[in-house]
């Protein structure tokens, strides 16, 4: 930081108490005062990392006089402090570091300085399955299963635990990652060397802005950003439009957080919100709780904005107190938001590209379903809606079938301990005559029976992070528990509940408020810390269920306290899935059917035969503050999080590998050493240019990472189940993809793989199917194909249409088209951060020339590619253009310029180490 310009002479220091810090003063920018508050994190973040190259004054002084009303044109490099990961998304990044390692050593350098150079956190919270429910020992046994099947990935991550500094695991059985950022890891400014500076974190989990609501900036990003942001590298990204949401008035009583949530993700799904900032402002702010910000925040990717941010203010510093940060830190937080003009003032007149308003006291009791989150529902309108879209999903053949008695097990007993099965009879009218299709199947177990219908809540699950951070909803939910239990009311026996809290805080606070018995009693049992349900983690139905609801083709439901509820996400049993508030998950477990009026429909009969209605069991806006207050306090956040990152007997029981380089096993199937940095040298390979290139694959318009990246399911015919079976995996231990990202060879084989993918080689064909020219052309799967290419040493390009690599940034979109052996992709349009990660994977993105495209030049992929000019970039300046010529089997050739779209500085840096990792690889060689 010594050596950079400070062209705004920004540098000053801060007293707090008895210390000193250096700043950056982001008041030294003209027209600093009324940006937003998220573009004043951005702007201080380009003043302290302006080095004259990448980061210039005249990227500072756009972001000072930015342009409220201008479309987004201007890139700048975004240097996040720290990167947070959660375990599914992390092991690649740790793979990767590790690989880095062995290569220091064969370049001539030190393997213990790769380390992450800005502070790096991870969180194992998305391997736990609900596999044992509604018993005591639930919790218990639900983490015995994840450890034997992620026994491996764990040994690995315990091993870079204590190899890297700067890298720190929370272990399993802990928490979500993003509860246990707001609750311990989020610093909201941070201090290092002496520089204090505003706390900006990026995380491989879309729901990484849950952080917003303390006004931590950051959102989810893949793993190479997450990567580069580790090693010090910025993130790439255009000074976005920031839309201003004005809150006005106070949640009135029986409204939960959750419904405010979910009315604020409708209206900014509707109002259009993808690529753009959202800010919180006005006077309203001040009435929301921290836990009800940051549930808002949590839901970003949902509404679609790249954060959902809040600014500091008073109610940011009870929380940093309650939850146990320590007293230094709140006053520098505190004093130096004020200092910088970052403490939240509702008259102070802020600039904003759009506005919206939300007055709090006209919000609802609301659900989301049944298959997207900002399809909201009135409560009181959710009986309606159900039987409105039932008939999308069910079939009405008005048929009555019975099963049999067969001792099946009792709803206590985990799934699994037994093969029963519902029997079929004959049909039987079953005359309901309310308009809606009905099935009804009759289910016999342990000598009791009962009908389960179209619509059956067969899932009621407290879980993930967006409502189990949040006191208000879930002590409301222990609350209402209570006053079912006393009132004699009981869950149906076909619905699974589970209780998966954020936080071991929320158990304990559970504890002291008394309510354990109660929920207990309902059938929620802790089963486990982690996103569960949410990640569709639910674990199978009771078997009788299952197999009733498969054999008969019933259209049952599940109700979740989550932030997702797409098709088929969350058990492959349920098509219908709606996200409600904690305490309206237990009252639909009591309800048993989302075909249920809340108004008019009695939840049971007390002890004296009396209707029992929801509203007499809805515990008063009065009796969950009193019971927040009672039951919640600084020492339960310090005791829980004292040794975070110990963890468990089993966690430290594991047999892992010391050393400050990893022992790579050549059986293991989960985690494998890439071969990014073989036979790399501390002298750059010149780039060259590229001869004899075939297609690998010929894409339409918006072509999604989704599309190209391994994701869900390993099929047992397809590459990486043949590469599994091979190696004595048997199928129902081949996980999925996401649960092998350490393993290139998996990753490689699902690369291109999507069943959805349309190759316009192949006419009529969907999935990961290609021609083989060097084979006569016949068809083959992309893997096998570029394999064969890789041995005959022909290089491969895609030629994709517009938007290419939009959607989700996923890391493997990006390296497994690099380990296929892909050198350029040409495309009409990039989505920015796929684009950028092809760059940092040494592959060169190339567009067509404007208004071209490649049925307009004549292109049907069976050409063979020569591209030159591309060497231009080894003499230090990236070429506007390339040649490209794509010759004909005829012999004819079609020719034009391709323009490069290597768009930075350190961009072109990256491309010419032949990848992000090999040129911070010989940065830290060369330190």
Known sequence: MSNAPDSFQAKDTLQVGDKSYDIYRIDKVEGSATLPYSLKVLLENLLRTEDGANITADHIRALGSWDENAEPDTEIQFTPARVLMQDFTGVPCIVDLATMREAAVDLGGDAEKVNPLSPAELVIDHSVQIDVFGQRDAFEKNVEFEY???????????????????????????????????????????????????????????????????????????????????LGQPVSMLIPRVVGFKITGEIPAGVTATDVVLTVTQMLREHGVVGKFVEFHGEGVASIPLANRATIGNMSPEFGSTCAIFPIDDVTMEYLRLTGRSDEQVALVEAYAKEQGMWHDPSR???????????????????????????????????????????????????????????????????????????????????????????????????????????????????????????????????????????????????????????????????????????????????????????????????????AVNENDLAVTSVLSGNRNFEGRINPDVKMNYLASPPLVVAYALAGTMDFDFESEALGQDSDGKDVFLKDIWPSADDV????????????????????????????????????????????TYVRKPPYFEGMTMELTPASDVSGARVLAKLGDS?????????????????????????????????????????????????????????????????????????????????????????????????????????????????????????????????????????????????????????????????????????????????????????????????????????????????????????????????
């Open 148 to 230: 034997q099947r992620n026994g491996e990935r764990y040994q690995f991550l315990r091993w870079g635990q204590g190899a890297f500094a700067d890298f720190k695991v929370v272990p399993p059985g802990t928490g979500i990652v993003h509860q246990v950022n707001i609750e311990h890891l989020a610093r909201v400014v941070m201090e290092r060397d002496g520089v204090a500076y505003p706390d900006t974190c990026i995380g491989t989990d879309s729901h990484t802005t849950m952080e917003n609501g303390l006004g931590v900036l950051g959102w989810g990003v893949g793993g190479i950003e997450a990567e580069a942001a580790m």
């Open 349 to 547: 007149e802020l600039r904003f590209s759009e506005h919206l308003e939300l007055d709090l006291s006209t919000v609802v009791p609301s659900i989301a379903g049944p298959k997207r989150p900002q399809d909201r529902i009135l409560l009181s309108e959710a009986k309606t809606s159900f039987r409105k879209v039932l008939p999308d999903y069910a079939e009405d053949d008005n048929t009555e079938v019975v099963g049999e008695d067969n001792g099946s097990f009792p709803a206590s007993d985990p799934p699994g301990s037994d093969d029963s099965e519902a029997g079929i009879e004959a049909p039987a009218e079953s005359g309901n005559g309310d308009g809606r299709p009905h099935k009804k199947v009759t289910i016999s177990r342990n000598g009791d029976s009962f009908d389960i219908d179209h619509g059956i809540v067969s899932i009621a699950s407290i879980t993930s992070c967006t409502n189990t951070s949040n006191p208000s909803v879930m002590l409301a939910a222990g609350l209402l528990a209570k006053n079912a239990a006393e009132k004699g009311l009981k869950v149906k026996p076909w619905v699974k509940t589970s209780m998966a809290p954020g936080s071991k805080v929320v158990t304990e606070y559970y504890e002291k408020a008394g309510l354990w018995p109660a929920l207990e009693q309902l059938g929620y049992y802790l089963v486990g810390y982690g996103c569960t349900t949410c990640i569709g983690n639910s674990g199978p139905l009771p078997e009788d269920i299952s197999a």
């Open 625 to 668: 503050q009193a019971t927040i207050d009672s039951s919640i306090d600084r020492d339960m956040f310090t005791s829980q999080y004292a040794d975070v990152f110990k963890g468990d007997e089993r966690w430290r029981g594991l047999d892992t590998p010391a050393g400050n380089t990893f022992e790579w096993d050549q059986q293991s």
């Open 703 to 927: 072509v999604t990472t989704d599309h190209i990246s391994p994701a869900g399911s390993i099929k047992a015919d397809s590459p990486a189940g043949v590469y599994l079976s091979e190696h004595g995996v048997d199928k129902k231990d081949f996980n999925s993809y996401g649960s092998r990202r350490g393993n290139h060879e998996v990753m490689i084989r699902g690369t291109f793989a999507n069943i959805r993918l349309r190759n316009q080689l192949l006419d009529g064909v969907e999935g990961g199917f290609t021609r083989n020219f060097l084979a006569g052309g016949e068809q083959t799967t992309i893997y096998e194909a570029a394999q064969a290419y890789q041995e005959a040493g022909v290089p491969l390009v895609i030629l994709a249409g517009k938007e290419y690599g939009s959607g989700s940034s996923r890391d493997w979109a990006a390296k497994g088209t690099r380990l296929l052996g892909v050198k350029a992709v040409i495309a009409e349009s990039y989505e920015r951060i796929h684009r950028s990660n092809l760059i940092g994977m040494g592959v060169l993105p190339l567009q067509y020339p404007q208004g071209e495209n490649a049925q307009s030049l004549g292109l049907d992929g069976t050409e063979t590619f020569d591209i030159t000019g591309i060497e231009a970039i080894n003499e230090g300046s990236t070429p506007k253009t390339v040649h490209v010529k794509a010759s004909k089997e005829g012999g004819e050739a079609v020719e034009f310029d391709a323009v490069v779209r290597i768009d930075t500085p350190g961009e072109a840096d990256y491309y010419r180490n032949d990848g992000i990792l090999q040129y911070v690889l010989r940065s830290l060689a060369k330190a």
